[in-house]
């Protein structure tokens, strides 16, 4: 059987070259056809999707848009649907992920875009969301209106299922007309959700499109980032420094690079009774899509003096993700995965065999868990469940010690009473952390949130303001005036 990516309104599937390729995991294979578009396919596309946003998206009210998504998502979280089915099938066996992690993951994350989380989004970057369907009174006096571009293109990246959903939908909501690039690891769920969109509301299913090109092909690429108004993108900073240098000068660049994340436990959250817990919680994060989300912890800073020692909790960790290795085995490993991983973890018994550092997990383990007594800088692991655990006597030192990754950083997971998550949190935010979470969820970022500090729909937008002076000017050219 082969699965056809992408969503592409307007043009015959067999018109379109397709690159087939091969995933594979668990003792099964998936064949996979990308489309491969010719510049005057790709033109086209873009010209439609251009098209149907200025002629329908724009006339549509935004209860419409929030409706039809919150049914798409519906059908999604439904585990009797064809396509969910299909999601359960298909998403362990191209990305590596077991089975029960992409069945829970997928359910957690869809429930973030059903109709009550969607009016969060536009609650949080719209006092008004009336903006986004007509002009709206301003505080100052006049009138604003809210558009989003004609065009918006998304460049994504990773194989976390459904990830791409959550920009694919804020541009939804602005009414952009939306255009996605598959990523090549995990390239089906945006197009299934594109589709669902295109049955449940056929307009609006015309204003986007799902493509796939790969990476670094320049006459791929070139004709979807000369059209597009905004483009938001996804990968490493070289690639999006890369990426930056081939857009016109008014093209509105958003992009989002690799991050690195980290927990801060205080010691007034050590004792005999939360620690176990809060080891739970910790692992979770640690082995939940392992480690790939820019959201996930690498390093937890743990606080000296109270009832369990740093220690004894860096056991209470390594215990949790020896369970969970059981109920969710760990993906296979690329070879370059695999290289990354094993140099960390020769460093770290390097590290041991010195005394200088304490390390838990066996190297046939999927896991693995350091403590080190001497407080040190946050630095990245080998990923895939590999923890590292830094004593320090005072939660006051982490600033510091993540200070010189202040570009990098983005959420800390903290587990303290509310005066130190307050004061640490004002610490934390001068150095550049976005994002401050409870343990366990981490990578369960809220409806609504800042993404790298930035407005998940309000940096979509362009406002159009009717001044004060225009409107009352206006009354003197009004057939009432006496």
């Known amino acids: 059987m082969i699965e056809y990516a ?13 690159r087939h390729v091969r995933h594979a995991a668990w003792g099964e294979t998936v064949e996979i056809a ?6 005057t396919q790709a033109q086209a596309l873009c010209e439609r999707v251009r098209a149907g946003a200025r002629a329908r998206l724009r006339r549509m009210e935004i209860a419409r848009i929030v409706a039809a998504i919150d049914a798409a998502v519906a059908r999604l979280l439904d585990r009797q649907h064809p396509l969910r089915r299909k999601a359960e099938d298909l998403l362990p066996v191209v990305t590596g992920y077991d089975r029960e992690t992409v069945r829970l993951g997928l359910t957690s994350y869809l429930k973030t875009f059903r109709k009550p989380q969607l009016l969060r989004f536009l609650a949080e970057d719209f ?24 065009l918006l293109l998304h460049i994504w990246a990773g194989n976390v299922p459904a990830l791409p959903l959550w920009s694919l939908i804020c541009g939804l909501l602005v009414k952009a007309g939306t255009v996605g690039k598959l990523a090549s690891a995990e390239p089906l769920m945006a197009g299934w959700f594109a589709s669902l969109i295109a049955e449940i509301d056929p307009e609006l ?31 490493s900073n070289a690639t999006l420094t890369a990426l930056r240098a081939k857009l016109p000068v008014t093209t509105r660049f958003l992009p989002h690079g690799h991050k690195i994340g980290f927990g801060v436990i205080a010691r007034a ?26 959201y996930s912890p690498q390093l937890l800073f743990v606080g000296r003096g109270g009832p369990v020692a740093p220690g004894e909790f860096a056991r209470y960790v390594a215990h949790e993700l020896a369970a969970l290795a059981h109920r969710h085995p760990r993906r296979g490993l690329s ?15 390097l590290r041991a065999l010195d005394g200088g550092a304490e390390l838990f997990g066996e190297p046939a383990d999927p896991w693995a868990v350091v403590h080190v007594e001497t407080p040190e800088a946050l630095a990245p692991t080998g990923l895939n469940r590999t923890l590292k655990l830094v004593s320090v006597d005072s939660l006051d030192a982490v600033p510091a010690l993540v200070a010189p990754y202040r570009t990098f950083l983005q959420t800390a997971g903290i587990a303290a009473p509310p005066t130190e998550l307050f004061r640490l949190a004002a610490q934390l935010g001068e150095v550049g952390v976005t994002r401050i979470a409870a343990l366990g969820r981490m990578t369960a970022p809220e409806a609504g949130w800042h993404h790298d500090g930035r407005f998940s729909l309000l940096d979509l937008v362009t406002m159009t303001e009717i001044e004060h002076s225009a409107e009352a000017a206006a009354e003197g050219f009004a057939p009432y005036v006496d």
């Open 335 to 349: 070879p370059e995965e695999a290289a990354s991983l094993a140099a960390w973890r020769g460093t770290q018994e």
């Open 269 to 294: 959250a050590l004792d005999s009774r939360k620690a176990m817990m809060l080891a739970r919680l910790a692992a979770h994060d640690v082995a939940r899509y392992e480690q790939q989300g820019c």
């Open 127 to 150: 006092p008004n969301p009336g903006v986004l369907d007509g002009f709206q009174p301003a505080t100052k006096g006049g009138f604003l209106r809210a558009q989003g571009p004609d």
């Open 6 to 18: 992408g969503h592409l309104p307007g043009l015959n599937r067999d018109d379109v070259r397709w």
């Open 205 to 235: 299913g015309e204003c986007l499109a799902i493509v796939w090109w790969k990476g670094g092909e320049e006459a791929g690429e070139a004709t979807f980032l000369r059209a597009a108004d905004t483009v938001m993108a996804y990968g």
């Open 34 to 39: 990308l489309p491969e578009l010719d510049e």
